[in-house]
């Protein structure tokens, strides 16, 4: 934690660029293992990484002094990294042959050979085909729910929607998935 985060913050809000530099490199590997989490490609990540960052910079003034600086950053990451995400449609992109080569690297440590390559591949193409018959609300509750591993409470901060809408896209959401899943599977 950086010595003093209020008085921090209060600087970068003023233009101090050296102090939101401070700010950066404490925040910096969380907020791109969130974003990462969130896309799972790297160059994506680093972008939306850049962008949340930018967000706050121009934020700065706005930010409630007193406040936790790194959950309403982090809010700020996830709005943007769930709008670029819809907006680039990677949800409708087949796994790539990059991803391949990291999925590889994760099932001879995850899974210890219980899996073939061929069969995890199989399975994330089933799960990215349903993403995209879902609706750009559903996807956001399950990228911030599973790929973010936010609470109900936690997404709907980050929405700005009650927690009972929370709950009731995920319920749907999760029963859609389950029936696209097994029409896939049949």
Same mark, same amino acid.
């Given at each position: 934690m950086v010595p003093c985060e209020d008085e921090v913050i209060r600087r970068a809000a003023q233009g101090d660029q050296q102090a939101f530099r401070l700010l950066w490199e404490v925040h910096h590997a969380v907020v791109m293992a969130a974003a990462l989490r969130l896309c799972h490609h790297r160059a994506l990540a680093e972008d939306i990484t850049q962008g949340a960052f930018l967000l706050a910079w121009r934020g700065l003034p706005r930010f409630q002094h007193g406040k936790p600086f790194r959950p309403w950053l982090m809010r700020i990451l996830y709005r943007h990294a769930l709008d670029e995400i819809e907006r680039q449609g990677i949800y409708r992109h087949p796994v790539s042959l990059d991803e391949v080569g990291e999925l590889e690297g994760q099932i001879s440590s995850d899974v210890s050979g219980e899996r073939n390559l061929q069969a995890w591949v199989a399975e994330r193409? +089933? &799960? !990215? +085909?349903?993403? &995209?018959?879902? $609706?750009?609300? +559903? !996807? !956001? &509750?399950?990228?911030? !729910?599973?790929?973010?591993?936010? $609470?109900?409470?936690?997404?709907? +901060? &980050?929405?700005?929607?009650?927690?009972? $809408?929370v709950k009731s896209r995920l319920n749907r959401t999760r029963e859609r998935l389950r029936l696209l899943l097994a029409d896939e599977r049949e």
């Open positions: 193409e +089933q &799960v !990215r +085909q349903a993403l &995209v018959q879902l $609706t750009a609300d +559903q !996807r !956001r &509750v399950i990228a911030l !729910r599973y790929g973010a591993d936010l $609470t109900e409470v936690d997404i709907a +901060q &980050v929405l700005g929607l009650p927690i009972g $809408t």
